[in-house]
């Protein structure tokens, strides 16, 4: 996936209120931008640091760009907008890159289901019945340590997101957890149970329950993001 209309370069200011960053362009304009990320963005930004946003000519927008990328504190790369995170899993689906979901006949989004009222990312539908897939994007990372990790904050959410698929796995559907990692310098995936131990825990009952979880790593820079390689999820506590 290439960024169109390609991005532009600031300083981060400061993040607030979630939703809005204030940048400082390399002309000396500042401009309050979009955030689109609900999640505490731990490790994935830092003032002065680097940042990459897509600006928006439509006159009906508050804001006039929404922040992509950022410069993490430890060097690394962080595509900070969750959005992208299932486009750029289609995008990987439909060309065959995540072998271990190959193979399906069509490809639906955003699909209800549950006892809970969820909504699927995606529903696969194969000959021998569907796959509904979960997405997750993961941006966390530590210093000195390529192992990132997930949620960045304590997230009911995605426990909710567990337990419907757990549901679906004891009842003979398939059900996959896949981890969409945008972050650089990257080797492997691990719950984050300092931050969010129900997480981590529902993780892994999910796991012992029959649901599949795997992750795969995105390479990113300024000009484009796509989906590049599978990584081993650490599930150990």
């Not at 979630?18 to 955030?35: N, V, Y």
């Not at 490790?43 to 897509?54: A, L, P, R, T």
């Not at 809970?116 to 979960?134: C, H, K, M, T, W």
């Not at 995605?158 to 972050?183: I, M, P, S």
Request: aromatic share 8%; proline share 5%.
């Amino acid at each position: 996936m290439r960024f169109q209309p390609e991005l532009e370069e600031g300083r981060l200011l400061r993040r607030y209120k979630r939703f809005l960053a204030d940048i400082e362009l390399p002309s000396g304009e500042q401009l309050t931008i979009h955030c689109p990320n609900t999640g505490s963005m731990l490790n994935c930004m830092v003032e002065g640091g680097q940042v990459w946003f897509s600006r928006s000519n439509d006159p009906k927008r508050k804001l006039p760009g929404t922040w992509e990328l950022s410069e993490t504190p430890q060097g690394r790369l962080a595509c900070v907008n969750t959005g992208r995170a299932n486009a750029l899993v289609e995008e990987a689906l439909r060309s065959g890159v995540i072998r271990e979901l190959a193979g399906f006949t069509a490809l639906k989004r955003e699909v209800a289901y549950g006892e809970e009222r969820s909504r699927i990312d995606f529903r696969l539908d194969y000959p021998g019945g569907p796959a509904y897939v979960e997405v997750k994007s993961v941006t966390l990372g530590y210093a000195d340590s390529p192992v990132a990790a997930f949620p960045d904050a304590v997230t009911q959410r995605g426990a909710k997101h567990l337990r419907e698929l757990a549901t679906l796995a004891r009842q003979g559907v398939r059900a996959v957890q896949l981890y969409c990692v945008n972050l650089t310098g990257v080797e492997a995936v691990r719950p984050a149970d300092e931050i969010d131990a129900a997480y981590a825990q529902a993780l892994r009952a999910a796991v012992a329950q029959g649901v599949e979880v795997l992750a795969y790593g995105a390479r990113l820079d300024a000009g484009q993001i796509f989906i590049d390689r599978p990584l081993p999820v650490l599930l150990g506590e």
